[in-house]
C-alpha cells in the first residue's frame, strides 16, 4: 500500500524553542493514525505544518505524493482538517455555513448541493440543516465539522482532538462516524487525541512528548513493548499462598479485598496450572495505552470520563 | 468564474456574519444615533441661532425653513460622515475575531490564496459599509425632502454616491491597516469606544471645525475622514446655500454664502493652504491608496506567521 503522508526529519522552532524536534514517520493510505502526546507535545504544530498553515524550519514532507513547501495548492486540495475549536460561524445556519466554505474550493451551488446530498442521510443534516450553529448540541456541531472537512472529498482527513469536550454518548456518534469513512470511503484518517482509549482502533501510532516521538508501532506492539501484563488470582490471603507467590517469578504483587493483584510477564498459563487447587477464578489483563504512555514519559494521560 | 468562487465565497461569509450580528449593526450606528439625539436635544437649536445671527442683518430674505433646512443638512452630513468611519470599523472587526478564534486557519488551509482572503475581507467592508450608508442616506434625504426641498441636483446626487464610495473604501483601507496591530477583540473594541467618542469632534458634527484653533484643524483636516465629511457637506447642503444665496439677491456680495461656508467648514484648510473640493478628493485617494499597499505587503506577512 502507498503511503498517504511522508515526513522526514520535520522540524519547527520558535526562536529558542523547539516545538517539533526533526520527527520522521510515515502513514498508509487508508490507515488510522494516530499521534498521541500531551498537551504542548507538538501534535498540532506538526498538523499545522502538514497541512500548509505552518511554515516548517526545516525538513521534508509529501502528502498523497505532493512535496509540503511545493506543491502546497495541491495538498489542500487532497487534506479536510476538523480542528481542535470549531471554526464554523456561530451565527450562520448549518446550510450557509457549509455551502460558504464549498466556495473556497471553488464548487458552484449546484455542484456543493450535489455534494452534501452524499452527507444528507449518513450524518442526518435535515434536522438541523437551517439552524443556527450556536444553538446545535455539542455533538451535533462535531458532524458538521466533519461534514465541513469533507465536503470537497479528501484523501486524508486530519482529526485535531475531535472528542475533546464532548459528552460521553456525542463521543460514540463522533466514533462511530470516523469508523463509517474508514470502512466506506477508504478515507487515510490522521487522529490527535490525548484520550488513550481512543487509540485502541488505530492502525498505527506514533507517541510524542516535548516535540519528539519516543515510540511507534501498533497499539498491540507498544503494549507488548512497554507494558507487562497482570494477572487478578482471586483466592486467599494466606501464609501458603505468600510462599508460593515469593517463590514464582512475579514482578510485585499486592493483596486487595477477594484477590492478588501481581504483575509477571512470563509463565501466568503455568502459574495458574500449577496452583489451580488454591485457585477460586483468575483474569489476565493486558497492559493499557495508558500504562504504555506512563512508562515512555513517567506521566499519566487526562482521564478520559466516557 | 470558479477561481472567482473562492474570493466571492469568503465574501459572501463575512457579509453574512456581520449581517446576522444585530449587536455589530447596532454597534456600528451608535455614533450616528448619538449624533441625531444631540441635535434633537440642542444642537440643531445651536446651529440654528449662529444662522439666524448671521442672517439677522438681511431683514426677511432667508426664510425660516431654507434655514431649518440648512441645519438639517449639516446633522444629516454628521451622521453620514460618522457612520462611514463606524460602519467599516465593525464590519472588519471579523478579521480580529477571524484570528483570536484561529477561523483563519480553516481558510488558510484551502486552496483560496492569502490575498484573496485579505481582500475578501477590504470587499466585504466595502460592500457593506456602502450599502448600510447608503440606506441611511436615502431615508435621511427622503425625511429632508419630506420637510421641504434641499435644492439637491442630479450632479450633486451622483457626486455624493461617488463621496460615500470613495470613504467608505478610504475608512477600510485605513482600518485594515490599524486592524493588524490587534491581537484580540478587548483591544478591538476598546479602540472601537475611542473612535466613536472622537470622530464626532474630528469630522465637525458636533461643534464646526472653525471653532477649533489653527492646529487642530490642520491635524483633523489631514484625517480624510474629515475631508469626506467636508465633501459631504458640499454635495448635500451645497444646492440649499446656493438657494439660500439667490434668495438674498447678491445684495451682500455673496458675503453671507461665504461667512456661512467659513463658519459651517465647508473648505479645506491645511498649513495656511486653501484646497479645492478637487484637491481634497486627490489627497483621499493617495492615502487611501498608501494604506491599500501598505496592508497588500504586510497582510500577507501577517498570515505566512501563523
Sequence with gaps: ?306 | MAKLRGLLGLTKRNMLVYFNNKGAIFFSMLTPIIILALYLLFLKNTFLSSLEGAAAGLGNLISDGDMDQFVNGLLLTGIISTALLTIPYNALEIIVKDREDKVDLDMISTPVKRWEIILSYFLAAVTTAFLQTMIVLSCGIGILAANGSMYLVATDLIKLVGVILLGTVSSTAIFMFIMMFFKNMGTCSAFMGILSAVSGFVIGAYIPLSEFNKNIQNVCNLVPATGISILIRNYLSGGILRHMDESIGGVDNGAFMDAMREVFSFNTYAFGKSWTLNQSCTYIIIVTVLFGLAVRIIYPKVYNKR
Design chain 1, 1 to 306: 500500500m502507498q503511503n498517504a503522508i511522508e515526513v522526514n526529519k520535520l522540524q519547527k522552532k520558535y526562536g529558542d524553542m523547539t516545538a517539533v524536534n526533526n520527527i520522521s514517520f510515515s502513514v498508509k493510505q487508508g490507515e488510522l493514525f494516530a499521534f498521541l502526546g500531551e498537551n504542548g507535545a507538538g501534535k498540532s504544530t506538526t498538523i499545522n505544518m502538514l497541512s500548509t498553515i505552518l511554515p516548517r524550519t526545516s525538513g521534508e514532507a509529501r502528502l498523497m505524493g505532493h512535496e509540503l513547501g511545493k506543491e502546497d495548492d495541491l495538498i489542500r486540495n487532497e487534506i479536510g482538517i476538523v480542528f481542535q475549536n470549531s471554526v464554523l460561524d456561530n451565527k450562520l445556519t448549518v446550510k450557509q455555513n457549509l455551502m460558504t466554505r464549498g466556495a473556497y474550493y471553488g464548487y458552484s451551488k449546484s455542484e456543493m448541493a450535489d455534494r452534501l446530498k452524499g452527507f444528507w442521510e449518513e450524518f442526518n443534516l435535515e434536522e438541523i440543516w437551517n439552524r443556527k450553529y450556536e444553538k446545535l448540541s455539542g455533538g451535533q456541531r462535531r458532524r458538521v465539522d466533519i461534514v465541513r472537512a469533507l465536503i470537497h472529498k479528501p484523501s486524508i482527513l486530519f482529526l485535531d482532538e475531535p472528542t475533546t469536550g464532548l459528552d460521553p454518548m456525542s463521543r460514540k456518534m463522533v466514533w462511530d462516524y470516523i469508523n463509517h469513512l474508514r470502512r466506506h470511503e477508504k478515507l487515510t484518517i490522521f487522529l490527535t487525541t490525548h484520550y488513550m482509549e481512543e487509540t485502541a482502533e488505530a492502525d498505527n501510532v506514533v507517541i510524542m512528548d516535548k516535540g519528539n516521538i519516543i515510540a511507534e508501532g501498533t497499539p498491540a506492539e507498544l503494549k507488548s513493548r512497554y507494558t507487562g501484563k497482570k494477572l487478578i488470582w482471586y483466592t486467599e490471603e494466606c501464609e501458603k499462598n505468600k510462599q508460593i507467590l515469593e517463590n514464582s517469578n512475579v514482578h510485585k504483587y499486592q493483596y486487595e479485598a477477594d484477590h492478588y493483584n501481581i504483575a509477571m510477564d512470563e509463565g501466568i498459563t503455568e502459574f495458574v496450572w500449577k496452583n489451580r487447587d488454591m485457585v477460586k477464578d483468575f483474569e489476565v489483563i493486558k497492559g493499557t495505552m495508558d500504562d504504555v504512555f506512563l512508562t515512555l514519559t513517567g506521566k499519566e494521560m487526562v482521564e478520559c470520563n466516557g
